[in-house]
């Protein structure tokens, strides 16, 4: 328990500055990957009835 303690404060010490236009850049892109992933599953299904 003491070491998971020790880790978490030595962690806790460190500071690194977030790059929020490229956070905001790879939320888009993923966005944009699934939104395509999502259009092409409902145009491929469009065409098939109900089993």
């Known amino acids: 328990m003491f070491n998971a303690l020790t880790t978490v404060l030595a962690a806790e010490g460190t500071h690194h500055e ?8 790879v939320g ?3 966005l944009v990957i699934m939104l395509g992933l999502l259009l092409a599953l409902v ?3 469009a065409g098939r009835e109900h089993s």
Request: glycine share 14%.
């Open 18 to 25: 977030i790059n929020h236009a490229l956070s905001w850049g």
């Open 43 to 45: 145009s491929f299904g």
């Open 28 to 30: 888009a892109v993923i």
